[in-house]
Nanobody, 114 residues
Framework: VQLQASGGGLVQPGGSLRLSCAAS????????MGWYRQAPGKLREFVAA???????NYADSVKGRFTISRDNAKNTVYLQMNSLKPEDTAVYYC?????????WGQGTLVTVSS
């Protein structure tokens, strides 16, 4: 399974970005998909998850600002990030939820800075 995250970049505080995660297999077969992030010098942490019936779960730090969604036909998961803060700066990854070690891809860097 290959999961390729994209859409990162440099954004000012308060700005928005939408990340995409393209899977090499049917994400319906993976069932629950998740986004994770790793900030410089910190451990990787959970951000959001979405089940095959579109039930969602978020880390407290992003609730109300981030929205996870999925398109099973395109085998793609999205993360819409609004009201970004400097503390959201990290490399963002997608994976199954709970994560599977073999599924980690390269991630996409999000930098929130003025």
């Amino acid at each position: 399974v290959q999961l390729q995250a994209s859409g990162g970049g440099l954004v000012q505080p308060g700005g928005s970005l939408r990340l995409s995660c393209a899977a090499s297999v049917s994400i319906f077969s993976i069932n629950v998909m998740g986004w994770y992030r790793q900030a410089p010098g910190k451990l990787r942490e959970f951000v959001a998850a979405i089940s095959s019936n579109s039930s969602t779960n978020y880390a407290d730090s992003v609730k109300g600002r981030f929205t996870i969604s999925r398109d099973n036909a395109k085998n793609t998961v999205y993360l819409q990030m609004n009201s970004l803060k400097p503390e959201d700066t990290a490399v963002y990854y997608c994976n199954a939820y709970p994560h599977v070690d073999d599924y980690w891809g390269q991630g996409t860097l999000v930098t929130v800075s003025s």
